[in-house]
């Protein structure tokens, strides 16, 4: 049980720090690899923009932005709702650069 409590309060720090401190592109280049983790580099995109940007603190035309800057840099593809991450070491690259 402390176990599961101290996992939980590391994620809650860490969400905190990224909302206080990280800029919307770094947010958004985390949550990816964060999606990535669990569903690998072919990512389906389950929520919209609105959604997405609920969860990052940010409004919905920043990440419409953040996603067409990263796929303009050829971080990620995108078609429709699914997403490619070509290379994750570039995309981690770019978030420790952010």
Sequence with gaps: MIRVLGHR???????????????????????????????????????????????????????ARNLGRLHNEGLIRMKKRALTIPDISRLRAELDQA
Excluded at 24 to 52: D, T, W, Y
């Design 9 to 63: 309060l590391r994620r809650l720090r860490n969400l905190v720090e990224q909302l206080s401190f990280g800029t919307v592109h770094a947010r958004m280049i985390s949550h990816l690899l964060e999606l990535a983790a669990e569903q690998g580099p072919a990512v389906a995109l389950r929520e919209n923009n609105e959604e997405i940007a609920a969860r990052l603190g940010t409004v919905r035309e920043l990440v």
